[in-house]
Protein backbone atom coordinates (compact mmCIF):
# COMPACT_ATOMS: atom_id res chain seq x y z
CA UNK A 1 0.00 0.00 0.00
CA UNK A 2 1.94 3.35 -1.18
CA UNK A 3 1.29 6.48 -0.52
CA UNK A 4 -0.94 8.35 -2.57
CA UNK A 5 0.20 10.11 -5.83
CA UNK A 6 0.10 13.75 -4.41
CA UNK A 7 2.74 12.74 -1.76
CA UNK A 8 0.56 14.80 0.68
CA UNK A 9 1.00 15.14 4.18
CA UNK A 10 -1.04 16.95 6.58
CA UNK A 11 -0.13 18.17 9.68
CA UNK A 12 -2.92 17.90 12.14
CA UNK A 13 -3.36 18.97 16.21
CA UNK A 14 -6.04 17.20 17.77
CA UNK A 15 -7.54 15.94 21.13
CA UNK A 16 -9.21 13.12 20.18
CA UNK A 17 -10.16 11.92 16.94
CA UNK A 18 -12.96 9.37 16.34
CA UNK A 19 -14.81 8.30 12.67
CA UNK A 20 -17.39 11.14 12.29
CA UNK A 21 -16.03 13.32 14.49
CA UNK A 22 -14.67 16.83 13.43
CA UNK A 23 -15.74 16.81 14.07
CA UNK A 24 -12.78 17.00 11.01
CA UNK A 25 -9.86 17.70 8.63
CA UNK A 26 -7.67 18.60 5.42
CA UNK A 27 -4.40 20.54 4.40
CA UNK A 28 -2.41 21.66 1.19
CA UNK A 29 0.05 18.95 0.54
CA UNK A 30 3.51 18.97 0.87
CA UNK A 31 5.92 17.06 -0.45
CA UNK A 32 8.02 14.44 1.89
CA UNK A 33 11.23 12.33 1.02
CA UNK A 34 9.48 9.32 3.23
CA UNK A 35 6.44 9.51 1.35
CA UNK A 36 8.70 8.14 -1.94
CA UNK A 37 7.88 3.86 -2.04
CA UNK A 38 11.68 3.40 -2.62
CA UNK A 39 12.48 4.91 0.86
CA UNK A 40 10.53 3.11 2.59
CA UNK A 41 11.49 0.27 1.17
CA UNK A 42 14.86 0.76 1.36
CA UNK A 43 14.60 2.24 4.79
CA UNK A 44 11.75 0.69 6.68
CA UNK A 45 11.62 -3.22 5.43
CA UNK A 46 15.03 -4.35 4.67
CA UNK A 47 15.50 -7.10 7.55
CA UNK A 48 18.29 -5.87 10.02
CA UNK A 49 19.17 -9.51 9.60
CA UNK A 50 20.07 -10.71 6.10
CA UNK A 51 19.59 -14.63 6.52
CA UNK A 52 16.06 -13.86 7.88
CA UNK A 53 12.50 -12.45 6.01
CA UNK A 54 12.17 -8.85 5.74
CA UNK A 55 9.28 -7.72 7.60
CA UNK A 56 7.01 -7.00 4.71
CA UNK A 57 7.44 -10.39 3.33
CA UNK A 58 7.00 -12.07 6.83
CA UNK A 59 3.31 -10.39 6.90
CA UNK A 60 2.97 -11.05 2.90
CA UNK A 61 3.93 -14.92 4.17
CA UNK A 62 1.39 -15.32 7.06
CA UNK A 63 -1.41 -13.13 4.83
CA UNK A 64 -1.02 -15.95 2.22
CA UNK A 65 -0.89 -18.73 4.52
CA UNK A 66 -4.40 -17.62 5.80
CA UNK A 67 -6.00 -17.27 2.26
CA UNK A 68 -4.54 -20.55 1.09
CA UNK A 69 -4.83 -22.96 4.16
CA UNK A 70 -6.96 -21.10 6.85
CA UNK A 71 -10.26 -23.36 8.03
CA UNK A 72 -12.73 -21.52 9.65
CA UNK A 73 -14.82 -23.18 12.21
CA UNK A 74 -17.84 -21.46 11.16
CA UNK A 75 -19.41 -24.39 8.46
CA UNK A 76 -19.72 -22.64 5.19
CA UNK A 77 -17.84 -19.66 6.29
CA UNK A 78 -16.31 -17.12 3.39
CA UNK A 79 -12.82 -16.73 2.80
CA UNK A 80 -11.01 -14.16 5.14
CA UNK A 81 -11.65 -10.71 3.56
CA UNK A 82 -7.97 -10.03 2.43
CA UNK A 83 -8.37 -6.09 2.82
CA UNK A 84 -9.88 -6.35 6.48
CA UNK A 85 -7.09 -8.62 7.61
CA UNK A 86 -4.46 -5.84 6.33
CA UNK A 87 -6.47 -3.42 8.17
CA UNK A 88 -6.53 -5.45 11.20
CA UNK A 89 -2.87 -5.84 10.84
CA UNK A 90 -2.09 -2.05 10.59
CA UNK A 91 -3.92 -1.45 13.96
CA UNK A 92 -2.20 -3.92 15.46
CA UNK A 93 1.13 -2.69 14.67
CA UNK A 94 0.22 0.99 15.65
CA UNK A 95 -0.75 -0.76 19.17
CA UNK A 96 1.93 -1.28 19.70
CA UNK A 97 3.55 2.32 19.52
CA UNK A 98 1.25 2.85 22.61
CA UNK A 99 0.30 6.23 21.42
CA UNK A 100 -3.15 7.11 21.56
CA UNK A 101 -3.25 9.73 19.02
CA UNK A 102 -1.13 7.56 16.43
CA UNK A 103 -4.56 6.39 14.01
CA UNK A 104 -5.31 3.90 11.48
CA UNK A 105 -8.14 5.21 9.20
CA UNK A 106 -10.19 3.45 6.76
CA UNK A 107 -10.95 5.37 3.67
CA UNK A 108 -15.27 5.91 4.81
CA UNK A 109 -12.99 7.63 8.53
CA UNK A 110 -10.39 9.21 6.75
CA UNK A 111 -13.53 10.62 4.69
CA UNK A 112 -15.18 11.37 7.30
CA UNK A 113 -12.95 13.24 8.72
CA UNK A 114 -11.90 15.30 6.12
CA UNK A 115 -15.49 16.36 5.64
CA UNK A 116 -15.45 17.46 9.08
CA UNK A 117 -12.15 19.52 8.92
CA UNK A 118 -13.54 20.78 5.60
CA UNK A 119 -16.61 22.27 7.02
CA UNK A 120 -18.55 21.05 4.77
CA UNK A 121 -21.32 18.53 4.72
CA UNK A 122 -24.34 16.65 3.06
CA UNK A 123 -27.36 17.73 4.86
CA UNK A 124 -30.25 20.07 5.53
CA UNK A 125 -28.05 22.64 7.50
CA UNK A 126 -29.36 22.72 11.41
CA UNK A 127 -28.18 22.36 14.61
CA UNK A 128 -30.47 20.13 16.95
CA UNK A 129 -30.98 19.04 20.48
CA UNK A 130 -33.11 16.31 22.31
CA UNK A 131 -35.51 18.24 24.80
CA UNK A 132 -36.26 16.41 28.52
CA UNK A 133 -39.25 15.11 27.14
CA UNK A 134 -37.69 13.60 24.03
CA UNK A 135 -38.05 15.75 21.18
CA UNK A 136 -36.24 16.87 18.88
CA UNK A 137 -36.18 21.01 18.71
CA UNK A 138 -34.20 23.27 16.16
CA UNK A 139 -31.78 25.32 17.36
CA UNK A 140 -30.51 26.93 14.65
CA UNK A 141 -30.21 27.02 10.86
CA UNK A 142 -27.43 27.52 8.66
CA UNK A 143 -27.81 30.95 6.27
CA UNK A 144 -28.71 29.86 2.70
CA UNK A 145 -29.01 26.25 3.77
CA UNK A 146 -32.25 24.00 2.45
CA UNK A 147 -33.42 24.06 5.69
CA UNK A 148 -32.81 27.70 6.17
CA UNK A 149 -34.28 28.69 2.08
CA UNK A 150 -37.52 26.36 3.18
CA UNK A 151 -38.71 27.82 6.39
CA UNK A 152 -37.53 25.94 8.85
CA UNK A 153 -37.07 27.92 12.22
CA UNK A 154 -34.74 27.74 15.55
CA UNK A 155 -37.44 26.83 17.93
CA UNK A 156 -39.43 24.36 15.78
CA UNK A 157 -40.28 20.96 17.04
CA UNK A 158 -39.13 17.89 14.22
CA UNK A 159 -42.43 15.23 15.00
CA UNK A 160 -41.60 13.36 11.83
CA UNK A 161 -39.01 12.31 9.45
CA UNK A 162 -40.18 10.86 5.97
CA UNK A 163 -43.55 10.12 8.32
CA UNK A 164 -41.56 8.15 10.69
CA UNK A 165 -41.98 9.59 14.69
CA UNK A 166 -38.89 11.74 16.27
CA UNK A 167 -39.95 11.22 19.23
CA UNK A 168 -37.84 9.69 21.78
CA UNK A 169 -34.93 8.71 19.32
CA UNK A 170 -31.34 9.54 19.89
CA UNK A 171 -29.58 12.42 18.57
CA UNK A 172 -27.00 10.35 16.82
CA UNK A 173 -30.11 8.42 14.82
CA UNK A 174 -32.32 11.79 14.17
CA UNK A 175 -28.72 13.34 12.67
CA UNK A 176 -27.67 9.95 10.41
CA UNK A 177 -31.52 9.99 8.90
CA UNK A 178 -30.83 13.70 8.72
CA UNK A 179 -27.58 13.58 6.54
CA UNK A 180 -27.78 12.46 3.12
CA UNK A 181 -26.50 12.38 -0.29
CA UNK A 182 -27.17 15.69 -2.20
CA UNK A 183 -30.06 15.84 -4.24
CA UNK A 184 -31.79 13.72 -2.28
CA UNK A 185 -35.39 14.38 -0.85
CA UNK A 186 -36.41 14.27 2.65
CA UNK A 187 -39.96 15.27 4.06
CA UNK A 188 -40.16 16.96 7.84
CA UNK A 189 -43.04 17.56 9.70
CA UNK A 190 -43.00 20.26 12.41
CA UNK A 191 -44.52 22.09 14.87
CA UNK A 192 -44.54 25.17 15.89
CA UNK A 193 -45.03 27.37 18.39
CA UNK A 194 -48.62 29.75 17.73
CA UNK A 195 -49.21 27.43 14.76
CA UNK A 196 -51.52 24.63 15.40
CA UNK A 197 -51.25 22.87 12.04
CA UNK A 198 -47.89 20.44 11.49
CA UNK A 199 -46.17 21.79 8.83
CA UNK A 200 -44.59 20.06 6.21
CA UNK A 201 -41.44 20.72 4.48
CA UNK A 202 -40.01 18.80 1.74
CA UNK A 203 -36.27 19.41 1.48
CA UNK A 204 -33.67 18.65 -0.92
CA UNK A 205 -30.03 17.61 0.67
CA UNK A 206 -26.88 19.72 -0.43
CA UNK A 207 -23.37 20.72 0.27
CA UNK A 208 -23.59 22.69 3.41
CA UNK A 209 -20.63 25.00 4.74
CA UNK A 210 -20.72 24.78 7.99
CA UNK A 211 -19.78 28.21 9.80
CA UNK A 212 -16.86 27.18 12.40
CA UNK A 213 -17.34 30.90 13.77
CA UNK A 214 -20.13 32.05 15.97
CA UNK A 215 -20.66 36.16 16.98
CA UNK A 216 -22.18 38.77 18.47
CA UNK A 217 -21.98 41.90 20.49
CA UNK A 218 -22.30 40.17 24.13
CA UNK A 219 -23.27 43.45 26.17
CA UNK A 220 -24.67 46.20 23.88
CA UNK A 221 -24.10 49.12 26.54
CA UNK A 222 -20.61 48.48 27.55
CA UNK A 223 -19.69 46.83 24.04
CA UNK A 224 -17.88 44.00 24.23
CA UNK A 225 -17.78 41.55 21.51
CA UNK A 226 -17.79 37.82 21.63
CA UNK A 227 -16.59 35.29 18.80
CA UNK A 228 -16.31 31.45 19.50
CA UNK A 229 -14.64 29.03 17.64
CA UNK A 230 -15.74 25.51 17.18
CA UNK A 231 -12.19 24.31 15.79
CA UNK A 232 -9.50 25.09 13.77
CA UNK A 233 -10.69 24.21 10.44
CA UNK A 234 -9.93 25.33 7.14
CA UNK A 235 -12.05 28.21 7.09
CA UNK A 236 -11.24 29.00 10.69
CA UNK A 237 -9.29 32.10 10.02
CA UNK A 238 -10.86 33.83 7.94
CA UNK A 239 -13.91 33.54 9.63
CA UNK A 240 -12.13 34.37 12.13
CA UNK A 241 -11.13 37.88 10.93
CA UNK A 242 -14.54 38.81 9.33
CA UNK A 243 -16.20 38.49 13.19
CA UNK A 244 -13.30 41.02 14.58
CA UNK A 245 -14.05 42.97 12.04
CA UNK A 246 -17.91 43.23 12.18
CA UNK A 247 -17.75 43.85 15.83
CA UNK A 248 -14.97 46.48 15.55
CA UNK A 249 -17.37 48.26 13.15
CA UNK A 250 -19.91 47.83 15.64
CA UNK A 251 -17.54 49.98 18.10
CA UNK A 252 -16.46 46.79 20.39
CA UNK A 253 -14.32 47.90 23.26
CA UNK A 254 -13.34 44.38 24.79
CA UNK A 255 -13.77 40.83 23.10
CA UNK A 256 -14.09 37.51 24.61
CA UNK A 257 -13.01 34.59 23.07
CA UNK A 258 -14.39 31.33 23.78
CA UNK A 259 -12.06 28.33 22.84
CA UNK A 260 -14.16 26.29 25.15
CA UNK A 261 -14.73 22.53 23.90
CA UNK A 262 -12.37 23.77 21.05
CA UNK A 263 -10.78 20.16 20.03
CA UNK A 264 -7.86 21.67 17.70
CA UNK A 265 -7.36 20.91 13.78
CA UNK A 266 -4.75 22.20 11.66
CA UNK A 267 -1.51 23.78 13.12
CA UNK A 268 -1.25 26.29 9.97
CA UNK A 269 -4.76 27.54 11.14
CA UNK A 270 -3.72 27.95 14.58
CA UNK A 271 -0.29 30.05 13.86
CA UNK A 272 -2.18 32.28 11.58
CA UNK A 273 -4.99 33.11 14.01
CA UNK A 274 -2.51 33.43 17.05
CA UNK A 275 -0.74 35.96 14.98
CA UNK A 276 -3.80 38.07 15.18
CA UNK A 277 -3.23 38.61 18.84
CA UNK A 278 0.86 38.80 18.92
CA UNK A 279 2.63 41.54 17.54
CA UNK A 280 5.82 39.72 17.43
CA UNK A 281 7.87 37.07 18.76
CA UNK A 282 6.79 33.32 18.16
CA UNK A 283 3.97 31.76 17.77
CA UNK A 284 4.55 28.30 18.88
CA UNK A 285 7.99 26.53 19.29
CA UNK A 286 8.01 22.77 17.06
CA UNK A 287 9.83 19.87 18.41
CA UNK A 288 11.39 17.31 15.15
CA UNK A 289 11.87 13.96 16.16
CA UNK A 290 15.39 14.97 16.12
CA UNK A 291 15.23 17.07 19.15
CA UNK A 292 15.78 20.06 17.07
CA UNK A 293 13.40 23.26 18.18
CA UNK A 294 12.11 26.00 15.32
CA UNK A 295 10.20 28.85 16.06
CA UNK A 296 6.76 29.21 14.09
CA UNK A 297 6.84 32.78 13.62
CA UNK A 298 4.25 35.38 13.86
CA UNK A 299 2.81 36.36 10.10
CA UNK A 300 2.37 40.06 9.79
CA UNK A 301 0.01 39.85 7.14
CA UNK A 302 -2.71 38.63 10.13
CA UNK A 303 -3.07 42.18 11.25
CA UNK A 304 -5.45 43.62 9.40
CA UNK A 305 -7.92 44.04 12.85
CA UNK A 306 -6.59 45.62 15.69
CA UNK A 307 -6.29 42.47 18.09
CA UNK A 308 -2.48 42.84 18.20
CA UNK A 309 -2.06 46.59 18.95
CA UNK A 310 -3.68 45.85 23.08
CA UNK A 311 -6.64 49.00 22.27
CA UNK A 312 -8.92 46.46 23.67
CA UNK A 313 -8.96 43.83 26.61
CA UNK A 314 -9.26 40.44 25.95
CA UNK A 315 -10.65 37.68 27.97
CA UNK A 316 -10.16 34.13 26.23
CA UNK A 317 -12.50 31.26 27.76
CA UNK A 318 -10.86 27.73 28.09
CA UNK A 319 -11.91 24.41 29.52
CA UNK A 320 -10.30 21.36 29.63
CA UNK A 321 -11.89 20.32 26.17
CA UNK A 322 -9.98 23.12 24.77
CA UNK A 323 -7.36 20.61 23.16
CA UNK A 324 -3.85 21.33 20.57
CA UNK A 325 -4.42 24.06 18.45
CA UNK A 326 -6.90 25.85 20.55
CA UNK A 327 -4.13 25.39 23.32
CA UNK A 328 -1.32 26.49 20.52
CA UNK A 329 -3.17 29.90 20.72
CA UNK A 330 -4.02 30.55 24.37
CA UNK A 331 -0.52 29.79 24.94
CA UNK A 332 0.30 32.44 22.91
CA UNK A 333 -2.36 35.02 24.19
CA UNK A 334 -1.28 34.02 28.03
CA UNK A 335 3.01 34.11 27.13
CA UNK A 336 2.50 37.33 25.49
CA UNK A 337 0.19 38.55 27.91
CA UNK A 338 -1.90 40.01 25.31
CA UNK A 339 -5.18 38.32 26.65
CA UNK A 340 -6.57 37.12 30.16
CA UNK A 341 -7.63 32.94 30.18
CA UNK A 342 -11.03 32.58 32.48
CA UNK A 343 -12.16 29.16 33.11
CA UNK A 344 -10.02 25.33 33.53
CA UNK A 345 -6.86 23.42 33.15
CA UNK A 346 -7.02 22.89 29.02
CA UNK A 347 -6.33 19.43 28.33
CA UNK A 348 -3.07 19.19 27.73
CA UNK A 349 -1.85 17.82 24.03
CA UNK A 350 1.52 18.68 22.66
CA UNK A 351 1.62 16.66 19.97
CA UNK A 352 1.52 17.46 16.37
CA UNK A 353 -0.21 14.55 14.14
CA UNK A 354 0.79 14.05 10.20
CA UNK A 355 -1.86 12.41 8.21
CA UNK A 356 -0.22 10.29 5.53
CA UNK A 357 -3.26 9.23 2.28
CA UNK A 358 -2.76 6.09 1.21
CA UNK A 359 -3.46 4.88 -2.37
CA UNK A 360 -6.85 2.91 -1.65
CA UNK A 361 -8.06 6.50 0.16
CA UNK A 362 -7.06 5.34 3.55
CA UNK A 363 -4.80 7.06 5.75
CA UNK A 364 -2.69 6.84 8.42
CA UNK A 365 -2.02 9.60 11.36
CA UNK A 366 1.29 9.65 13.22
CA UNK A 367 2.39 11.87 15.92
CA UNK A 368 5.53 13.34 14.25
CA UNK A 369 6.40 16.36 16.10
CA UNK A 370 5.88 18.19 20.19
CA UNK A 371 5.13 21.43 20.58
CA UNK A 372 5.78 24.27 23.05
CA UNK A 373 4.16 27.46 23.73
CA UNK A 374 6.23 30.73 23.51
CA UNK A 375 7.73 30.60 26.69
CA UNK A 376 9.04 27.11 25.94
CA UNK A 377 6.22 25.30 28.51
CA UNK A 378 6.03 21.64 27.71
CA UNK A 379 2.09 21.36 28.35
CA UNK A 380 1.84 17.83 27.28
CA UNK A 381 -0.17 15.90 30.16
CA UNK A 382 1.59 13.46 32.46
CA UNK A 383 0.79 10.79 35.00
CA UNK A 384 1.86 9.77 38.29
CA UNK A 385 2.89 5.93 36.87
CA UNK A 386 2.37 4.70 40.24
CA UNK A 387 -1.03 6.44 41.28
CA UNK A 388 -2.26 7.45 37.75
CA UNK A 389 -2.91 11.30 39.11
CA UNK A 390 -2.14 13.78 36.66
CA UNK A 391 1.02 15.93 37.86
CA UNK A 392 1.15 18.25 35.21
CA UNK A 393 -0.15 19.53 31.25
CA UNK A 394 -2.74 21.89 30.03
CA UNK A 395 -2.32 25.24 30.51
CA UNK A 396 -4.03 26.96 33.86
CA UNK A 397 -5.78 29.75 33.41
CA UNK A 398 -5.00 33.01 34.64
CA UNK A 399 -9.12 33.56 36.14
CA UNK A 400 -9.64 29.91 37.56
CA UNK A 401 -12.94 29.29 37.03
CA UNK A 402 -15.70 26.33 37.01
CA UNK A 403 -18.88 25.61 35.51
CA UNK A 404 -20.44 22.16 36.99
CA UNK A 405 -22.06 19.60 35.66
CA UNK A 406 -25.57 21.64 36.59
CA UNK A 407 -24.66 24.66 35.42
CA UNK A 408 -24.39 23.28 31.91
CA UNK A 409 -27.69 21.52 32.64
CA UNK A 410 -29.04 24.79 33.34
CA UNK A 411 -27.92 26.77 30.16
CA UNK A 412 -28.70 23.91 27.72
CA UNK A 413 -32.21 24.09 28.89
CA UNK A 414 -32.74 27.61 28.76
CA UNK A 415 -31.01 27.10 25.23
CA UNK A 416 -33.74 24.72 24.36
CA UNK A 417 -36.31 27.03 25.90
CA UNK A 418 -35.41 29.83 23.67
CA UNK A 419 -33.15 28.95 20.62
CA UNK A 420 -33.72 32.70 19.49
CA UNK A 421 -31.98 34.08 22.19
CA UNK A 422 -28.42 34.22 22.00
CA UNK A 423 -27.80 34.97 25.53
CA UNK A 424 -30.45 32.96 27.32
CA UNK A 425 -27.58 30.25 27.80
CA UNK A 426 -25.28 32.34 29.08
CA UNK A 427 -26.55 34.24 31.72
CA UNK A 428 -26.62 30.48 33.23
CA UNK A 429 -22.74 30.24 32.56
CA UNK A 430 -20.45 31.51 35.50
CA UNK A 431 -17.36 31.69 33.04
CA UNK A 432 -19.19 33.63 30.83
CA UNK A 433 -20.25 36.10 33.41
CA UNK A 434 -16.60 36.06 35.64
CA UNK A 435 -15.58 37.32 31.86
CA UNK A 436 -17.64 39.88 31.52
CA UNK A 437 -17.69 41.23 34.54
CA UNK A 438 -13.56 41.17 34.50
CA UNK A 439 -13.60 43.02 30.91
CA UNK A 440 -16.26 45.64 32.35
CA UNK A 441 -13.93 46.35 35.25
CA UNK A 442 -11.07 46.70 32.50
CA UNK A 443 -13.53 49.10 30.86
CA UNK A 444 -14.43 51.48 34.00
CA UNK A 445 -12.65 55.26 34.01
CA UNK A 446 -9.36 54.86 35.86
Known amino acids: MNLSKAHSRIALLLALVTAGFVSGFHAK ?4 SSSNPNFFERQAF ?10 TE ?3 AVLNTIRTDYASQAPGAKAPDLMRLTYAAIDGMLETLHDRYTEFWTPREYAQ ?3 ETSGVFAGIGTTLDITKDGRVVVLETIESSPAAKMGVFAGDIITHINNHAAKGRSLDAITDQIKGEPGTAIRLTLARKNHQAPIQVLLTRAMVSSPLVEWRMQDAETK ?3 VSLSMFGEAADVQFAAAVTKLEKRGMRAMIFDLRDNPGGLLNVAQDLASRFVDKGPVVWIQEKSGKMSPLPVEKNKHQNRLHSGDYPIAVLVNGNSASAAEIVAGAIKDHQVGTLVGTRTFGKGLVQTIFPLDDDSAVKITTQRYFTPNKSDINKRYNLKTGARISGG ?3 DVP ?15 RSAP ?3 LAQDKQDPQMQKALTLLQKQLEPQ
Open 58 to 60: TYL
Open 46 to 55: AAEDPTKLPP
Open 29 to 32: PTKN
Open 113 to 115: NME
Open 395 to 397: IIP
Open 401 to 415: TELTDADWERMRDAR
Open 420 to 422: QDK
Open 224 to 226: IGY
